[in-house]
């Protein structure tokens, strides 16, 4: 049986904003500083490694008897999944993106 009150509400920004709002939107802003792409880029690696290992930490936690809410492990495991997911679907756009530059003529 579950219990309602244990029951929290997901929200779609809690841990992972991998978008670029970094990024100024526009070329002509010059009130935004904007972050280098290859830092935005680390900080999203870092995200994904974080919640890799978060839901490493659960699923242990888990085994060992410690966790009483296996909701919790399961939502750990499956943010970490979705974020390793789009995290390579980048990876694929980004080398798709040198590749077609390379193949580019000068």
Same mark, same amino acid.
């Given at each position: 049986?579950?219990?309602?009150? @244990? ?19 526009? @070329? ?32 242990? @936690? ?22 390793? @997911? ?21």
């Amino acid at each position: 049986m579950i219990d309602s009150a @244990r029951v929290k509400p997901l929200n779609r920004s809690d841990d992972f904003d991998l978008s670029l709002k970094a990024m100024p939107t526009s @070329r002509h802003d010059k009130d935004v500083s904007a972050q280098p792409f290859m830092d935005v880029l680390k900080q999203s690696v870092m995200k994904v490694n974080d919640a890799q290992l978060e839901a490493d930490n659960l699923t242990n @936690r888990l085994a060992l008897g410690e966790v009483e809410d296996i909701s919790e492990v399961s939502i750990a495991v499956e943010k970490a999944e979705l974020a390793l @997911r789009l995290m390579v679907q980048i990876r694929d756009k980004l080398v798709d993106a040198y590749q077609q530059i390379a193949r580019m003529s000068v």
